[in-house]
């Protein structure tokens, strides 16, 4: 169980908790974090020691002259940098005294990264609806709009955050990728399900494809997942360990008219939850998420297009209610700009 932060929210944003090892040639903590984060804050990291906002466990502060074993944990708030407003708006789908279903827009990360902080849909959502302690169950890329399920209960939020660990959730999402050409078959290759070996290395910012022996090709890794003794596995599962069923639901111009390429829209059920599984699978088929900057191609940073978001949409996400035993569907009410043009006979 995590531990307890002896400081409560602020902002809107919870304190920051780092582990201090027990030995190194560092006299104090303050050496330790000065010498770990100095690069960054100095002045600030001093300071903070000196006014009393580093504290241990039990929320005893900490000075500059704290010995290196005087806490195995240390919890402190970091310096909010300003944060120019996105230009976008979340929604509140639904709420009860357990959960709050929202559709999070294209472009707001789900909870404070880097220059987000302020600029995440947690803080924005405890700031708006004065709830310090309000956790997301699961989340979102930045760059992916739609459900996002959060516990307001932290007496209940376990029941909820089992559902996605045990894998008892459904989502669909839906995707427009450009069509180079539209075969006379295109719509003959779907539904297909899509399964590959994915691998997402600590500070790379794509996942990586691995190759795995051929006689572990017929693998179904989402049947190969289970629990034992009551524990989850945790031995590594030979061949593909990620699975997404892709559906072709229709194709045509793009909303563009004639300036614009033919898209396809796709309804996408990942059966499996690896990092960035739904955008290297559509990559994979020669399918790429229309303004993916990651695949099939890493693309150079650049400041936001708030005119061209990833055409990537978490559409509905279901499951039976741990503690009522009802069934719950949340949809989002977000569309796809992309998305080709409805013919008549499909409205």
Same mark, same amino acid.
């Given at each position: 169980?995590?531990?307890?932060?002896?400081?409560?929210?602020?902002?809107?944003?919870?304190?920051?908790?780092l582990?201090?090892?027990?030995?190194?040639?560092?006299?104090?903590?303050?050496?330790?974090?000065?010498?770990?984060?100095?690069?960054?804050?100095p002045?600030?990291?001093?300071s903070?020691?000196?006014?009393?906002?580093?504290?241990?466990?039990?929320?005893?502060?900490?000075?500059?002259?704290?010995?290196?074993?005087?806490?195995?944990?240390?919890?402190?708030?970091?310096?909010?940098?300003?944060?120019?407003?996105?230009?976008?708006?979340?929604?509140?789908?639904?709420?009860?005294?357990?959960?709050?279903?929202?559709?999070?827009?294209?472009?707001?990360?789900?909870?404070?990264?880097?220059?987000?902080?302020?600029?995440s849909?947690?803080?924005?959502l405890?700031?708006?609806?004065?709830?310090?302690?309000?956790?997301?169950?699961?989340?979102?890329?930045?760059?992916?709009?739609?459900?996002?399920?959060?516990?307001?209960?932290?007496?209940?939020?376990?029941a909820?955050q089992?559902?996605?660990e045990?894998?008892?959730?459904?989502?669909?999402y839906?995707?427009?990728?450009?069509?180079?050409?539209?075969?006379?078959?295109?719509?003959a290759?779907?539904?297909?399900?899509?399964?590959?070996?994915?691998?997402?290395?600590k500070?790379?910012?794509?996942?990586?494809?691995?190759?795995?022996?051929t006689?572990?090709?017929?693998?179904? $890794?989402?049947? *190969?997942?289970?629990? =034992?003794? @009551?524990?989850? +596995?945790?031995? /590594?599962?030979? &061949?593909a360990?990620?699975?997404?069923?892709?559906?072709?639901?229709?194709?045509g111009?793009? $909303?563009?008219? *004639?300036?614009?390429? =033919?898209? @396809?829209?796709? +309804?996408?059920? /990942?059966l499996? &939850?690896?990092?960035?599984?739904?955008?290297?699978?559509?990559?994979?088929?020669?399918?790429?998420?229309?303004?993916?900057?990651?695949?099939?191609?890493?693309?150079?940073?650049?400041?936001?297009?708030?005119?061209?978001?990833?055409?990537?949409?978490?559409?509905s996400l279901?499951?039976?209610?741990?503690?009522?035993?009802?069934?719950?569907?949340?949809?989002?009410?977000?569309?796809?700009?992309?998305?080709?043009?409805?013919?008549?006979?499909?409205?």
């Amino acid at each position: 169980m995590a531990q307890k932060s002896p400081l409560p929210v602020r902002n809107g944003v919870n304190a920051t908790r780092l582990r201090i090892p027990h030995t190194g040639p560092w006299r104090t903590i303050h050496e330790y974090v000065l010498e770990t984060f100095g690069h960054i804050d100095p002045a600030g990291i001093t300071s903070r020691f000196h006014n009393g906002e580093v504290v241990d466990a039990a929320g005893n502060a900490l000075s500059t002259d704290s010995p290196l074993d005087a806490a195995e944990f240390i919890w402190y708030y970091r310096s909010l940098p300003e944060e120019p407003p996105l230009p976008v708006q979340e929604e509140v789908l639904h709420e009860d005294e357990h959960l709050l279903a929202v559709d999070k827009p294209h472009f707001l990360p789900t909870t404070p990264a880097g220059r987000y902080v302020q600029e995440s849909l947690l803080v924005r959502l405890r700031h708006r609806l004065n709830l310090p302690d309000l956790v997301p169950i699961h989340r979102l890329d930045r760059g992916t709009a739609g459900v996002v399920i959060f516990a307001k209960n932290p007496e209940t939020r376990g029941a909820y955050q089992l559902l996605f660990e045990n894998r008892r959730v459904s989502k669909t999402y839906e995707c427009v990728s450009a069509l180079n050409d539209v075969p006379e078959n295109l719509s003959a290759r779907f539904p297909l399900t899509v399964r590959n070996r994915i691998e997402k290395v600590k500070g790379v910012v794509v996942s990586q494809l691995m190759s795995y022996d051929t006689a572990d090709s017929g693998r179904r $890794p989402h049947d *190969s997942w289970h629990r =034992v003794k @009551g524990r989850r +596995r945790t031995d /590594p599962i030979p &061949g593909a360990n990620s699975s997404s069923r892709v559906e072709l639901l229709r194709h045509g111009p793009s $909303p563009r008219g *004639s300036q614009g390429p =033919v898209v @396809g829209l796709f +309804r996408l059920t /990942p059966l499996t &939850g690896k990092t960035h599984q739904l955008r290297i699978h559509m990559a994979m088929l020669g399918l790429g998420i229309l303004h993916d900057r990651f695949y099939p191609d890493l693309w150079d940073d650049a400041p936001d297009d708030f005119e061209a978001p990833l055409q990537l949409l978490d559409r509905s996400l279901s499951f039976t209610d741990p503690l009522s035993g009802e069934p719950r569907v949340f949809t989002s009410t977000r569309r796809l700009d992309e998305a080709p043009v409805r013919r008549d006979a499909e409205a």
